[in-house]
């Protein structure tokens, strides 16, 4: 998970809730890959079809709909009050609609879970407290690192993840924070891990017990 970092989660978020709604329906277990008419390509597989298909195809099944808990509603329409509010003029024609799209299905796939009985790692339970603030967390540092003047490119070819000023790794140094250059377009986010976040925000979406990964002898 080299590249994942805030900056690539929200191109990700643009491009998932335009395509899929799978990848946050791990927990919505009615839910299979049949759920999108895209004919783009998915990386996550259903959670309850090991042997499902990585590409994505129209179909006639017709699955049951997912319903999101009232408290989960309600912290949705808050979320997506603050997110239209937060996107800046100019790209609103374009990200306002993928974005709602794609924020009414992360909020329902953590409510299914919460439903489920789902818990983060340390016990506590799956909250729309955390879904808000997983949410407009992720949505603000893709909106001020990936659109406008201070957007980041990764100057390599691969996506080295941003684990921040502070964070020690034996095996390898990120000269990156040790240049002004960075330091001054991150400000006070120099010491953010933006990998933790990113890994943060989609943890409580998956069941992790249940899900398989494929394509590893590709890698």
Same mark, same amino acid.
């Given at each position: 998970?080299?590249? +994942? #970092?805030?900056?690539?989660?929200? &191109?990700?978020?643009? =491009?998932? @809730?335009? $395509?899929?709604?799978? *990848?946050? !329906? %791990? ?17 996550? +597989? #259903?959670?309850?079809?090991?042997? &499902?298909?990585?590409? =994505?195809? @129209?179909? $006639?099944?017709?699955? *049951?709909? !997912? %319903? ?17 509010? +937060? ?20 909020? %329902? ?111």
């Amino acid at each position: 998970m080299k590249f +994942s #970092s805030s900056i690539l989660s929200t &191109a990700l978020l643009v =491009s998932a @809730s335009c $395509s899929s709604a799978v *990848a946050f !329906s %791990t927990h919505q277990r009615t839910f299979s890959m049949r759920t999108t008419s895209s004919s783009s390509t998915t990386f996550l +597989s #259903s959670t309850t079809e090991k042997e &499902a298909e990585c590409s =994505s195809s @129209s179909s $006639s099944d017709t699955p *049951a709909e !997912s %319903t999101i808990a009232p408290e989960f509603k309600a912290a949705l329409d808050q979320a997506i009050a603050k997110l239209k509010s +937060s996107i800046p003029p100019e790209a609103s024609s374009a990200l306002e609609q993928p974005l709602t799209h794609f924020t009414s299905e992360y909020f %329902t796939s953590l409510s299914d879970a919460a439903a489920a009985g789902a818990t983060n790692p340390d016990g506590s339970p799956i909250t729309p407290q955390q879904a808000v603030k997983n949410m407009l967390t992720t949505l603000s540092y893709g909106l001020k690192y990936g659109v406008g003047q201070n957007k980041f490119i990764f100057e390599d070819v691969r996506h080295f993840a941003l684990r921040g000023a502070n964070f020690h790794n034996p095996e390898e140094t990120d000269a990156r924070y040790e240049t002004d250059a960075l330091k001054e377009k991150l400000g006070t986010d120099v010491s953010t891990d933006f990998y933790a976040v990113g890994c943060d925000f989609f943890r409580p979406s998956m069941d992790l017990e249940q899900s398989v990964v494929l394509g590893q002898d590709n890698l």
